[in-house]
Each structure stands twice: as structure tokens, then as C-alpha cells.
């Protein structure tokens, strides 16, 4: 199989990065959503229809891009490291940050919501006895924003067993051509639609289906609920073949606006039917959560394929601010969630518009974040366990000429 040229790289690694980055963006939303207060930390007292449908649009496509770079990627490198080195490289940049993370995470998140209690009761500590906590079983665990994290783990796992089953079974390779023939025909602007049908179908039939939030995320289990595999199990396994025929990259960039329209007309569609704010009631099974899953599962795929061919279009070049930004993007996402959700406890009562407040609160988080990535992981052993590689520390000295 023919490498990719490097620069036709840097396109997909800020796209991967521009996802995380989004993920941080689309939890400062929440706050400020009409009825926060029914599945958030807090409600803002400025709720904003329009971050609403930011939250909306981010969400949409988002993780759907982010595995099927994911799986892109897998596949790269498992040809270019082989099998043991990939699994020793992905156990070292995915599971241990999950393990280390995810209680720390957990800790931090849960003195914000005490804290937040704390707030809210006037200085004390509310009598009125609490929710029940998880169970930390399989079925009731929960991942918060690292359920990411693990499910890459369960599609690497799934796609590695896959690929040595196929090896052994179709030693002529007539399997991988049928493949490579079918992604050649689904990689063009409405035929993404064979790869959506499975999500819609399993948006369709989802019981207690909440339409306007997409695609459930699965971060209270560690079971994969349906549309969940659907979208981001069949997004994994795209990007995978994809990179089985790198000079599809070309087809996905040169078609990126006919993806775009597609995605747009698509979301006109569901939000004329669904409405532009969040429904806060699960749908019923019937004509109507049926007329919405197949809009919304195509729009995301469509605004997926639009993103891949966006970058490759416009961000296929060398940029040192964006290959910064992509390496601080996985610690920037591994952290944020406990430093958004104090922000958004400390501003929720402050009554200033949400266009003022909404950039100052992304400022308040990122700027820190970002310091700690320069001075913490960026040239130290986290840079490279984390990015597979620790960045020199480059110092220019200055040269003053003769005379």
C-alpha cells in the first residue's frame, strides 16, 4: 500500500485536533442551554437559543469526524508499525491515560458538583438527601468525557481481531478489492447514505430517543448502546478503509461543498420538524422519531465527509500554530470537563449577555490549559506519552555581527 505524501497528513491531524478542541467548546455550551438545569451542573442565567445551536452543530459531526480519523489513523499505523509495537503504542497513549485520568477526573468533577451544591444552598451543604450515586458496574459506570477513550479501546480491539480473522480466511485478498470497490462507490456525495442507514435505523428504533442531542453517548456504561456502534463503530471502520486507498482523499476534497449542502439541507429538514431548541422529553416510538433519525443520521455523515474535505482543502499545508494546537488538543480535552463546569458554577448567576460572557469563560479555561501544556507535557515525558513524541526545547541564540 502506498504512504500518504506527509503534507497530505497535517490536514487530517488539525481536523482530529479542531474535534477535541470543539468537545471543549460544546460543554461551555451547555450551561447556557435552555432547560441546563434538567440534565447540567447548573443552569446560566442568560440561556441562549443560539449556543443552543451551536451546541447542535458541534455535536452533529463532531465524534463522528474525530473515529473516523481515529480509524484512519489505526490502520496507518498498523502498517507502519505492525501489530505488537501499534498495541504497545495505543495501551501506552489510550489505556493509561484512561486509567490514571479517569479517576482524577472523576474526583475533580464530583467537588465541582458539591461545590456547586454548597453555592446553591446559600454556604451549606443541602439536607434534603442526594441522588443515588453510580454503581460503578459495568452497566452504571460513569466515564464522563473520557467514554471516548474507551471505546477506541473496544474498536481497536474489534477492528485488530477483524483484520486476523480476514488474513486468515482471504489469503487471496478478493475480500479487501470487494472492499476497496465499495468504498470507491460510498465516498461520493449521497451515496455516504449506505453508511448512515445503520444509524438511522438504530436512531429510529432507540426507546426514549432525545432527538435534538443526536447520537446517545454512551459515558454512564461500558456497554455500547446501539446507535452509538452504529455511528462511531461504521466511522472507525470508513476512516480504516480509507486508508487503504489514500487517493480517495482527493475525491472527499474535491466533493467537500456538495457534502456541506447535503448536511445543510438535511438539518434545515430535522430542525423545522424538531424545532431550534432543545427538546428536553424522549421521543415515542412512531412516524415522527422515524422522519427525524434518517435527516439527522445522513446530515451527520454528510457534515463529516464535508469537515474531511474541508481540511484537506484548506489546511493540508505545513502551519506551526496548527501542529501546536493538534499536539495540545488531546491534553487540553483529557482536563478541561472539571475546569468547565467551575466556570460555569462561578459565572452561572453573573447577569452579563452570553456574547460577553461565553468568550470570557472560554478564555478563563483554555489560557490555563494551554499553560500547563507548555510548561507541563509539551517537553516533558507526558508530550511524549501522550503525543508519541517529547518536543526539543529550542534555543535560538542570538548572534550580534562584527564591528
Known amino acids: 500500500m502506498t504512504a500518504l505524501a506527509p503534507e497530505r497528513l497535517h490536514g487530517l491531524d488539525a481536523l482530529r485536533g479542531t474535534a477535541l478542541l470543539l468537545g471543549i467548546v460544546l460543554h461551555m455550551t451547555m450551561s447556557f442551554l435552555p432547560g441546563a438545569k434538567y440534565f447540567w451542573i447548573v443552569a446560566d442565567s442568560q440561556p441562549s437559543t443560539s449556543l443552543g445551536m451551536v451546541f447542535f452543530a458541534i455535536h452533529l459531526f463532531r465524534m463522528l469526524t474525530f473515529f473516523l480519523l481515529a480509524g484512519y489513523f489505526a490502520r496507518l499505523g498498523v502498517e507502519r508499525l505492525g501489530v505488537a509495537a501499534f498495541i504497545k503504542d495505543r495501551s501506552r497513549r489510550i489505556a493509561v491515560p484512561l486509567l490514571i485520568g479517569w479517576p482524577l477526573s472523576f474526583a475533580a468533577i464530583v467537588l465541582v458538583v458539591v461545590g456547586s451544591a454548597i453555592i446553591a444552598n446559600g454556604g451549606s451543604l443541602p439536607t434534603t438527601p442526594s441522588p443515588p450515586g453510580p454503581t460503578f ?12 477513550l474507551w471505546e477506541l479501546l473496544l474498536m ?7 483484520r486476523a480473522v480476514v488474513m486468515r480466511i482471504d489469503r487471496g485478498g478478493r475480500l479487501g478489492r470487494f472492499a476497496d470497490r465499495f ?5 461520493v ?5 449506505c453508511w448512515a442507514a445503520p444509524l438511522a435505523l438504530a436512531l429510529a428504533m432507540q426507546p426514549g430517543w432525545f432527538a435534538w442531542f443526536g447520537i446517545p453517548t454512551p459515558d454512564q456504561t461500558l456497554y455500547p448502546n446501539v446507535p452509538a456502534a452504529a455511528g462511531f463503530g461504521l466511522a472507525f471502520a470508513f476512516g480504516w478503509l480509507l486508508q487503504r486507498q489514500p487517493a480517495l482523499l482527493a475525491t472527499l476534497r474535491a466533493h467537500w461543498p456538495w457534502h456541506l449542502l447535503i448536511a ?7 430542525l423545522f420538524i424538531e424545532g431550534p431548541k432543545p427538546t428536553l422529553l424522549p421521543m415515542t416510538m412512531g412516524a415522527e422519531q422515524w422522519l427525524l433519525a434518517a435527516p439527522y443520521a445522513i446530515a451527520g455523515w454528510s457534515a463529516t465527509l464535508a469537515a474531511i474535505g474541508l481540511a484537506l482543502r484548506f489546511a493540508s499545508g505545513y502551519s506551526a500554530a496548527r501542529r501546536y494546537l493538534a499536539d495540545a488538543s488531546y491534553w487540553l480535552y483529557l482536563i478541561h470537563l472539571p475546569l468547565v463546569m467551575a466556570v460555569q458554577v462561578v459565572f452561572a ?15 478563563l479555561v483554555l489560557a490555563p490549559m494551554l499553560a500547563s501544556y507548555h510548561a507541563c507535557v509539551r517537553y516533558t515525558f507526558l508530550g ?4 508519541g513524541r517529547r518536543m526539543p526545547r529550542v534555543v535560538t541564540a ?3 555581527a562584527p564591528g
Open 137 to 148: 458496574l459495568p452497566n452504571n459506570f460513569p466515564l464522563t468525557h473520557l467514554w471516548f
Open 156 to 162: 481497536y480491539l474489534a477492528a485488530l481481531s477483524l
Open 183 to 187: 468504498m470507491r462507490l460510498t465516498a
Open 189 to 193: 456525495p449521497g451515496a455516504m447514505v
Open 264 to 270: 445543510l439541507a438535511l438539518v434545515a429538514i430535522f
Open 349 to 363: 448567576r453573573v447577569d452579563w449577555p452570553w456574547p460577553l460572557k461565553f468568550p470570557l469563560m472560554l478564555v
Open 384 to 387: 511524549d506519552w501522550l503525543n
Open 398 to 400: 542570538m548572534k550580534t
